[in-house]
């Protein structure tokens, strides 16, 4: 298995998938999750659905980590949610962050 991050667009993350098939392993994106740079659930997961690559994000729920603050918290503090979430698909109450991303991954995890 050959696994990978990449929190690059599409046509950049289908052209690292390409380059990484020469080598006839099965493959894993290991990170693909960062809004804000445009690398989305719905940019991301459709087209790693079509080229069979298995994926996960990093983040789940808002909470201990902080991941829906983008990479820069770690030098700059966040007093307020940011308006676009850069990791995490729910709030701490269960709610998700975004109705139609939850919906675009229960479409393409049947």
Not at 21 to 38: S, W
Not at 53 to 58: I, M, R, T
């Amino acid at each position: 298995m050959i696994t990978f991050h990449s929190y690059d667009p599409p046509d950049e993350k289908k052209a690292r998938v390409a380059s990484l098939r020469r080598f006839g392993r099965p493959v894993v994106c290991t990170e693909y999750m960062a809004r804000p740079r445009g690398s989305t659930f719905a940019a991301i997961l459709p087209l790693l659905k079509a080229e069979k690559v298995g994926a996960y994000n990093w983040g789940f729920v808002n909470g201990k980590s902080q991941t829906i603050y983008p990479w820069d918290s770690w030098e700059k503090s966040y007093t307020a949610e940011p308006p676009v979430w850069f990791h995490d698909i729910y709030r701490q109450n269960g709610n998700p962050y975004d109705e139609k991303e939850v919906a675009l991954i229960r479409q393409l995890t049947k």
